[in-house]
Nanobody
C-alpha cells in the first residue's frame, strides 16, 4: 500500500505564505516524479508543480515566481513553498507520485486564502 502523507495546509491572509509537505516511502520517492495538484470548488483538478527524481521542475503559469517545489531525498519528502498567496489559490491541494503506469494520490490538504 503506497502512502502519501500530506501536511501544512491552513488558513492564511492574502500575501501570506504556507509550506506543504508530503512524505512517502523511499522506494517510491527515489524514482517517482512528485507533484502537487489542486482542486477548487466547481473546478477540475490542475497541476500546480512537479519535480522529477533528478530534480527537474515544472510549474503552472499561475504560480510561477510565487511557489517553489523541492525534495529532500534524506527525508523522502517533497515540499511546496507558497508565497504571495492569493484568494484564487484557495483549493484542496493533493500530493501525487507518478512513474510510468503507476500513479498515487494523497488525501488532500485544504488551503484557504482569505482576509
Amino acid at each position: 500500500q503506497v502512502q502519501l502523507v500530506e501536511s501544512g495546509g491552513g488558513l492564511v491572509q492574502p500575501g501570506g505564505s504556507l509550506r506543504l509537505s508530503c512524505a512517502t516511502s523511499r522506494s517510491i520517492f527515489r524514482i517517482y516524479t512528485m507533484g502537487w495538484y489542486r482542486q477548487a470548488p466547481g473546478k477540475q483538478r490542475e497541476l500546480v508543480a512537479a519535480i522529477g527524481s533528478g530534480g527537474s521542475t515544472n510549474y503552472a503559469d499561475s504560480v510561477k515566481g510565487r511557489f517553489t517545489i523541492s525534495r529532500d531525498n534524506a527525508k523522502n519528502t517533497v515540499y511546496l513553498q507558497m508565497n504571495s498567496l492569493k484568494p484564487e489559490d484557495t483549493a484542496v491541494y493533493y500530493c501525487n507520485a507518478d512513474f510510468r503506469q503507476n500513479n498515487y494520490w494523497g488525501q488532500g490538504t485544504q488551503v484557504t486564502v482569505s482576509s
